[in-house]
């Protein structure tokens, strides 16, 4: 089963098994996953498990788009050497039966390449599944900055 990994300018906050066939990505509380931040649309993204175990991520024509290895996109297939960035956020899908998905290229996991990488903390983000779905709200990692 395919696992998410969240993380915020690098820094991981949460890891996820994808369970359900369609996962929605957003800032508003509806999402499955709920991301605050002002740069992340309502209704941001979807991540799709396929049949045959693919997984894709479909940008819904956000404001400030969805990013795979730092092309903006309208959908991909993504998998553990896939970086999928919305707003500050990095997102990566690997197979949970990895325990760490270790680079070799000697780059830390959620950073991009020469390309440029993720710059310092924003104001007050924090990372919240929405209320009405359990396997994301046992994972649920809140920024302890109240702004």
Known sequence: ?????????????QRLPLTRPRIALGRRPYNDIVM?????????A????QPDGRVQVHDLHSVSGTYVN?????????????????????LRVIDDEAPTFDRHDGQKPFRRGATGSATGP?????????PSHRSARACASRSADPQ
């Not at 605050?36 to 941001?44: K, N």
């Not at 979807?46 to 498990?49: F, T």
């Not at 730092?70 to 990095?90: C, K, M």
């Open 1 to 13: 089963m395919p696992t998410l990994i969240i993380a915020l300018d690098g820094r991981e906050l």
């Open 36 to 44: 605050e931040h002002l740069a992340v649309s309502g209704e941001h």
């Open 46 to 49: 979807v991540l799709v498990l």
């Open 70 to 90: 730092g092309r903006a996109i309208l959908s991909a297939d993504v998998g553990p050497d896939d970086l999928i960035e919305i707003a500050r956020y990095q």
């Open 122 to 130: 924003i104001d007050g983000p924090s990372m919240a599944p929405a």
